[in-house]
């Protein structure tokens, strides 16, 4: 039997067409090709679990192209029904924290599989692998297979089975494959997963199955034998040459990791630092306004332990703020975006701080207070534990942040990594790390006339630094401006502040002057410095948890040590008694004094006017009925997978509609009559019987009696003959004729839905037949012939 018989043998009577054993081989050559291309997504996830959404969408696209073959559904409907099983099935694979009960389709889970379908590889190459958020982001290995297996079993089932079998046929439906395995390279990182067997299989599958599916001469029986011969013979010195030679490339002509071309080295996040105003700038917003406010509670912290919140190495003139995304340096700019898993640190001499809970109160701010270098982050509680996709991290700073913002009862759980406490006589000998940071702009001259004369005659960059810090602690004097304090101060750190701290006869200031003073001393004598913000609370031995306030809000400054990593200096002196003969206290003025209001003891009710009176009695009125959010869930849970389901079917259904209104609307007679004809061969095949192309109307009403199983056949047969005399007479057809012939055509394609069961007559909506040429015929007057 040829392989042609076997296919017409294959197709049932019922309409369905099974593939042939050769298609069921392009189908797994293709889908191994598309697995292989999956897993080089791992270095971006750091393991497997995205596993489950990348084999879950190329078996979602296989089988949706395969039932697509064999219930012959057209190419709108195909679509169609392919985006709603990626909805649908797309929550419980790729967004299972979203879903209802696991499984079902959410309001949340279907905007995520949308939003991670547009912009999720956006994300993917500005997240900090390993990738743990957004959680949407597993969309990205869920669509790229489920497209490319869609794409290459339609062309498998459809296309490569067609004749001629010709090798470019073929070459084409190794593109998405191919492009599969270039994506997960580019969107991978330095180190490629299991680059050198991944490739050597890709290759060596994709050059035999070219070799065996391309077409060859007929030979006789004893000649098909030898030519099968030389075929394993030529398949065994492919895969000899592609792993010798494919292995021997790797090994020599393999750039190194750190040269290879991957997007993320490309690519900038898209968060910029300077929309957020500089943290250091709000110092005194602390020190004044919430000074006795609690801001947050820490649980973990040990003796000496500071809290950071954001580094700052970039000075304009006005003020230190962070480095901006555009920069090059190795600086406090370059956040990416973070799932729980944070990037350890690279320059440092770690000390272990684990299991330290962060519980936020009063403080209100995008930057996320930490203890040196996290390494883990989790939020346990609050609006924060919805809001994970809008994390950052600057693994070079240990500076987070939610766009979002903290706000109260926010909840979190870090592990962090801080900079061993180092004394002077431990830097002795060390050398200053040569780290890039921005340039300084701005600088007032006489910060490196100080910074010279307190540096005086020592050599060492340890010796230098501590000289500077020395004395400004023992020559300064602390007061944050505060009505309380002896002398006032005032805010500020730019430029010109810093010019008046060195020129009065005593230097007063806080942790904002001090902080900033040293950092461009020691910038001006050439060393990396950067200021820190943060808070240091008093905790003692055993303290279980310690209550921040504004009051417990620092700065100071970190200098970077070759082989030891940032080293902190705190500038700042603890005397407030300044010299009073130095430094005289403003005279008071007197005040005029204003006469107080009558004090009226009344209830805030009785304030208010009964114009609001009412309106409050509106608002409290309009709150007595409340629908609860599970109503909304379970609503959401039944409309979205029903309008998934009723949408295209009124899409299809009016489409099909406007087709017969078309036919049976035709101006002339014989059109009409071709149209109904035409209604009722597309009716069969959208039931999915077979209706042959390129035959007489008479054949075609032929085979299909052949396939319907009916005690009484309907007239197909004369409808064929009837609808070939009206066509091709050229007698006028009056429009009873007419009419006559679409009531037979329509009952005949009643006889036949009669002989399928409910779920073909189900799937039958969703078909739409010859789509493609319908749609480019629907603006021809005469669609119906």
Known sequence: MSERQAETLRDTGQGLRLPSGRTWADIAVLLVLALLGVIGFEPSFGGYGFLVAGLGGLVLGAATGILASVFRLGAITTALGAIVLYFLIGTPLAVPAQAVFVVFPSLQSLASIAIGTVYGWADIVTLSTPIGAPQYIAVVPYFAAWIVALVSTTLATRWLSARPRTAWRFGVALIAPVALYLAGILIGTDEPYQAGMRGIVFGVLALVWLGWRRQGLSVAQEGAARLRRRKLAGTAAIVAGAVLLGGAAGFWAAPANDQRFVLREEIDPPFDPLDYPSPLSGFRHYTKQVTDDVLFTVEGLQVGDVIRVATLDSFTGKLWNVTGP??????????????????????????????????????????????????????????????????????????????????????????AEAQEVLTPEDLRDAEIAPVELPPIEGSPDIVTVRAQEFAGSSESPIAQLEAIRVALVDTGFLSHGRASDAVPSRAGHGADRITELFERNQMVGDQEQYASAFALMARSLGYPARVVMGFA?????????????????TAWVEVAFEGVGWVAFNPTPDETDIPQDQVPKPQSEPQPQVRQPPRADNDDEKLLSPVELEETEDDDNGLEFIIPGWVYVLALSVLIPAALFFIPLLIIGAIKARRSRRRRGAPEGHDQVAGAWEELTDQYSELGFTVPQRLTRPLVAAQLEQQLHVEELPRLRSLAATTDEAVFSGHPVDESTAEQVWTEALAAVAVAKSTLSGWRRLVSRFRIRSAREWVARLGSPRAGR
């Open 326 to 415: 555009e920069s090059s340096a190795d600086g406090s700019g370059s956040f990416a975006l973070v799932g729980r898993d944070l990037p350890a640190p690279a320059f440092i001499t770690p000390t272990e701080r684990d299991n330290i809970t962060f519980t936020i109160a009063d403080y209100d701010d995008v930057w996320i207070p930490s203890v040196g270098y996290a390494t883990d982050l989790d939020f346990t509680d609050g609006a924060a534990a919805s809001q994970t996709d809008s994390l950052r991290y600057n693994a070079l700073t240990g500076t987070a942040v939610l766009t979002t913002g903290l706000t109260a009862g926010d909840r979190y759980t870090i592990d």
């Open 537 to 553: 609370p008093d905790i003692a031995e055993g303290q279980a948890s310690v209550d921040v306030t504004g009051d417990d809000v």
